[in-house]
């Protein structure tokens, strides 16, 4: 039992680990196809990543201490939440015990907070200008994160994710509920907005609408791999939650040798979601930068619905 618990604990933060970059290859290169563009490698992320591994570490003098150890915090943090949620394993690992969904929230927030600090400590006015942006839309962005996930464990009755898992899984209908749908609708709004693919701003361009490439704006080398690398990471986290939680609670499977059968499966559901964020980002036109308060507005709005509902019927 002990052995096969450590094989699923590997497996799953491995996964995460080296997996996520990929996902964000395959989604960059899918997106320039449909705009007839011929596109990087779905492995450039990984090729990325090993050149800045290799490159020097250049620290601003306007800089602190927390510019520095910035990028370690929040990566660790993004690999802790790996042990915690069923990103792959949909039975409790190591460590699973440790926190629930609102911990889990929280540890988000936490190393969406590191990040922005680090930036503000890097003493360069643009990474300033990125962090205020993000500061000012966050206090919705992570309203909606820890509304709909309390909302969610007052629902089934646990604040646990993998019982809720187990839960959605043992009693299809619910998912076509109106509370189902207030949750999934709020959560991937929330996905969209926290990965950057709503048609809001340009990531590869230095505008006035690059928001969070502004936080890795004073960062080389290493310390920049460790921000990017964290980011594919954010990206799969969520996007797992998305998948095993409000979209496709079916399919996984525990135990050895089965849960190695999680892997495919897992593969198919991101291709699925890889496939969806691809029609919305190639098909929405640009908005102004200002209305990211509108959408996340919105966002808030159906998990304080789902709440609300929630409370409704649990009564």
């Known amino acids: 039992m002990e052995e096969t618990l450590l094989l ?6 491995l996964f995460t680990l080296l997996m996520a970059p990929l996902f964000s290859g395959i989604m960059v290169k899918l997106k320039a196809n449909v705009e007839s563009r011929k596109g990087p490698s779905i492995f450039q992320p990984y090729f990325d990543l ?3 591994f290799k490159k020097e570490i250049l620290i601003p003098s306007t800089s602190g201490i927390f510019f520095k150890i910035g990028p370690y915090l929040s990566f660790s ?9 069923p990103v792959l394993i949909p039975t409790p690992v190591i460590f699973t015990a ?3 969904f609102l ?10 907070f590191i990040k922005v600090l680090a930036a503000f400590d890097s003493g360069s006015n643009y990474a300033k200008l990125g962090a205020s942006r993000i500061m000012s839309f966050n206090f919705l962005a992570e309203g909606t994160l820890i509304t709909v996930f309390f909302a969610v464990s007052i629902l089934t009755g646990t604040n646990n994710p993998y019982t809720t ?7 299809p209908l619910s998912d076509l509920s109106l509370l189902h749908l207030f949750s999934l609708i709020a959560f991937f709004m929330l996905f969209l907005f926290e990965t950057g693919k709503i048609p809001l701003e340009s990531k590869g361009v230095q505008e006035l609408g690059m928001i969070d ?8 080398g290493k310390l920049l791999a460790l921000n990017e690398w964290g980011s594919y990471m954010k990206q799969y986290l969520l996007g797992s939650v998305l998948l095993n939680v409000f979209l496709f609670p079916w399919g996984l499977f525990s135990g050895v040798p089965f849960f190695l059968i999680d892997i495919p499966i897992m593969f198919l559901k991101w291709m699925i979601l890889i496939i969806i964020i691809t029609v919305i980002e190639t098909s929405l036109a640009k908005l102004r930068l200002f209305r990211i308060i509108d959408y996340l507005t919105v966002a808030f ?5 789902f709440l609300i509902l929630t409370e409704v019927i649990s009564v």
């Not at 898992?165 to 009693?171: A, D, F, P």
């Open 77 to 85: 943090i993004y690999l802790f939440i790996s042990f915690l949620i």
């Open 165 to 171: 898992i187990e839960l959605l899984t043992s009693n």
């Open 8 to 13: 699923e604990t590997i497996s799953q933060v």
């Open 213 to 220: 490439s502004s936080l890795n704006f004073e960062y080389s």
């Open 103 to 112: 911990g889990g929230a929280l540890l988000f927030s936490t190393a969406s």
């Open 98 to 100: 440790s926190a629930d």
């Open 301 to 305: 709005t159906f998990s304080v619905l």
């Open 50 to 52: 090993i050149k800045l």
